[in-house]
């Protein structure tokens, strides 16, 4: 049976990660489930942003989790204008659990379509099962905060 991209990019990501755990290719580097699970520092840091998976995606709706899905491309400047935003927002409000899922715009593309991104640079807020906010290539900081905001309940 052939490999699909997706197990491509999976096994490549696994090795890459192997790699950078082994520290051949420079500091040593938390698994997802690491930096998940590692206390943040000053109690401000919380675990990056994770890449998209259906049952990840599953587990944080069942938990009414603040989810903010970001499909993007890693050759796009306004997903890394996007990403700064978040990241910031993140640092800031740490006590509203907001949790990251990037869709990757060029190999996730059932995702693309499922999420209707029209494309890259498409966020999308849920809470829980309830889609909150829908927007395209909206890098303005008090735009982006104050949708995450309302979608947590708070203001």
């Not at 599953?58 to 990241?87: F, G, M, S």
Request: charged share 20%; glycine share 4%.
């Amino acid at each position: 049976m052939p490999i699909r991209s997706t197990e491509r990019i999976q096994t490549a990501s696994l090795a890459l990660a192997a790699i950078l755990a082994l520290g051949l290719s420079g500091p040593a580097v938390a698994s997802p489930a690491e930096a998940a699970t590692a206390p943040a520092a000053a109690g401000t840091q919380q675990a990056a942003a994770e890449p998209f998976t259906a049952a990840r995606f599953e587990a944080l709706q069942a938990d009414n989790a603040l989810i903010l899905v970001d499909v993007a491309a890693t050759w796009c400047p306004t997903c890394k204008a996007q990403k700064a935003v978040i990241d910031a927002f993140r640092q800031q409000h740490p006590e509203l659990g907001l949790h990251v899922l990037t869709v990757d715009f060029d190999t996730q593309k059932d995702w693309v379509k499922h999420f209707k991104a029209p494309r890259q640079s498409t966020l999308l807020v849920y809470k829980g099962s309830e889609q909150r906010w829908f927007a395209v290539a909206e890098t303005r900081e008090d735009v982006i905060a104050a949708a995450l905001r309302e979608a947590a309940g708070s203001r």
